[in-house]
């Protein structure tokens, strides 16, 4: 029995029952895919092809493909690692924090968000594993293995090996809780196949579903097991971020050397996986017709994280600045100055305005509830995110101490190719999993549907 | 599959308000209930069906204990004993440069061993057939089976007591 307020929007629209909620969702798994899917998914595997290409390329030839110099020595590569690992903070906030804090809101878009946060941590770990060159000796270097070295371990005091472990254990534990979440779903997908008298697709479901039975004692221990694990995804996600800005803050480049990363970091990641989220969401359910389940409400909460974390990013550039300017050390002063009104004006510029501007036309509800709107915004503010990352990568070192060490980043076929490669992988795993993973977690869904669905009158 | 001779007596219940109060009113007839098959987590079902509560937090701090000791030993030998660096200058062993690895190891053991806990209680593995009561368990039906050997009372006066407690049908099932 749940208590239900009369103040607050239906979460579930079109009077659905706990049956159509099985039958909605289950559909896309047993349906064959229409043309659509095709075309996204080729289009898809094309960019993922060619990415392919350019990265085995890269293996081959070793990093002196890509545009970096003896000044720049980061630039696309963490860039983009920074962005996607950022990207995939919010699944884990929407499963993990917003389950902790029972937001119920969370239901609907949990599983889509999680899947996105596995293949966006699996895009990120590319580019440090490519920028390492030589791929097949990386595990000796970023894991404390035995080795022909002497007994010369991984050196625990660099905040590049905190990262090694932290991504890989935000990887695991995200792969794990998503995983859980679907269990019950594979199989109300191997009963149905049951049903219809379809024995392969029944075997498998069975499989994946670890011969879930549903019981109320299983019940009881799933539910422990999904508060721990959104209890100890909760200080993870705010942990791997927190580490990836340690990266650069633990350094003591102008610029980067800087005590607000960590929370500055957290709060980006966020704003801009909230973004992602919302271009997959309101593309797959305009797809999959899923608009009683991802409703304008959803929309419109998701509409309001972005203007917070929003804001506390903008907060964050013009503390940066400020401190900079008060802290009277001519290097950081300059490596601001330089970010704002160097050669690299246009990237930092678009940052503000995509990043800090942009958001703040969500406070307008005829704005959050607008779904191109929020479409074309959702899409800017990843524009800008990558920018910010680019920003304070590049910007803080291409002008060094020595101004005879001055120099540009420029991209070159290999640093767009890998870029491309990781869009591929990321849209090529998000449409498999849309097509043979259940897209919203139905046994959630089901269990509010009594006090959250609009009934019928 | 082979057959058990088990006999069950299965109520269906449609609702799960229904399916609280009717667990409540079949326990206090003296009916001993086998299990209740949801389509999803019913809160307070395990209350009335009198379950004790899960332990697996406590193999979660279990197992992250052991993660936090392992990865404190790990980079405390290979770094302090095994082969001490001078890294910048740096002590040896010094804690805060190890807190990042020692935090992620805890989470990481805690998180596995706990979900690897959780399928060996649960019995829950790929190859694993479950007994299915009811198939509509999975879709949008409550599903109590009963076992008879359990009860003395006799099928008839449990059909009784299922329909008087709301179940919507009372079927037979044997094993």
Sequence with gaps: MQATSSVRESLITGGKTVRDVSEDISRHVENKPNRLWWIAFSISLVLFGFGFYCLAALLWEGIGLWGLNKTVGWAWDITNFVWWVGIGHAGTLISAILLLFRQKWRMSINRAAEAMTIFAVICAATFPLAHMGRLWLGFYWALPLPNTWGSLWANFNSPLLWDVFAISTYFTVSLVFWYIGLIPDFAVIRDRATRMGNKTRATIYNALSFGWDGAAKTWMRYESVALILAGLSTPLVLSVHTIVSFDFATSVVPGWHTTIFPPYFVAGAIFSGFAMVLTLLIVTRKVFKLEDYITIYHIELMNIVIIITGSIVGIAYITEFFVAWYGMVPAEFYAFYNRATGPYWWAYWSMMTCNVISPQLFWFKKIRTNIVATFVLSIIVNIGMWFERFVIIVTSIHRDYLPSSWSMFYPTVYDLGEYIFTFGLFFTAFFLFAKFFPVINMAEVKSIIKSSSEKKH | ?175
Excluded: C
């Design chain 2, 1 to 175: 599959m082979s057959s058990t001779g088990e006999k069950f007596l299965v109520g269906i219940f449609d609702d799960e308000d229904i399916l609280l109060h009717g667990v409540e009113g079949i326990r206090e007839k003296g009916v001993k209930i086998h299990e209740v098959y949801t389509p999803f987590p019913v809160h307070g079902l395990d209350e009335v069906l009198g379950y004790k509560r899960s332990r697996l937090p406590i193999a979660a701090f279990l197992f992250g204990l052991t993660g936090t000791s392992l990865a404190l030993t790990m980079q405390i030998w290979m770094l302090g004993f095994d082969w001490p660096m001078i890294i910048g200058g740096k002590n040896f062993v010094s804690l805060p440069p190890f807190i990042p690895v020692t935090f992620e190891l805890t989470v990481l053991l805690s998180a596995l061993g706990m979900v690897a806990t959780f399928f060996i209680v649960s019995d829950m593995k790929p190859y694993k057939t479950p007994r299915t009561y009811d198939i509509r368990s999975t879709d949008d039906k409550h599903v109590m089976a009963i076992d008879l050997a359990a009860n003395k009372l006799s099928k008839d006066e449990i059909g009784q007591i299922l329909k008087a407690n709301g179940a919507s049908e009372v079927n037979e099932k044997n094993f």
